[in-house]
């Protein structure tokens, strides 16, 4: 069974940056697809990023240009550094792993796993 711990969220004023980690354990987690979705109070779930097992990245057009995700295969870790912070990027923040057969894109929202989640906050 896939587990994941996000962890890095906080409070911080537009125009600044946060790194959200997420650990992964269980078998499958490096070998597939993983990504971030969020989720604000009254709002759908939204896709953020995304990367395959390449390492290739794909971003929401609402992110492109200001957060990057990175994965570190070696320590089973995902990454999202997020720079320029807007208040609309205010939700909770999601890792996820799409398991096998997975089509592998920021707009995906519909994982396999995901974790408890990590509120980011900007005023």
């Known amino acids: 069974q896939v587990q994941l711990v996000e962890s890095g969220g906080g409070a911080v004023k537009a125009g600044g940056s946060l790194t959200l980690s997420c650990e992964a354990s269980?078998?499958?987690?490096?070998?597939?697809?993983m990504g971030w979705f969020r989720q604000a109070p009254g709002k759908e779930r939204e896709g953020v990023a995304a990367?395959?097992?390449?390492?290739?990245?794909t971003y929401a057009d609402s992110v492109q240009g200001r957060f990057t995700i990175s994965r570190d295969n070696a320590k089973n870790t995902l990454y999202l550094q997020m720079n320029d912070l807007k208040p609309e990027d205010t939700a909770m923040y999601y890792c996820?792993?799409?398991?096998?057969?997975?089509?592998?894109?920021?707009?995906?929202?519909?994982?396999?796993?995901w974790g408890q989640g990590t509120q980011v906050t900007v005023s």
């Open positions: 996820a792993d799409g398991g096998p057969n997975f089509r592998c894109h920021a707009s995906q929202t519909s994982y396999s796993w």
């Open positions: 990367i395959d097992e390449n390492g290739r990245p």
């Open positions: 269980g078998y499958t987690s490096v070998s597939y697809c």
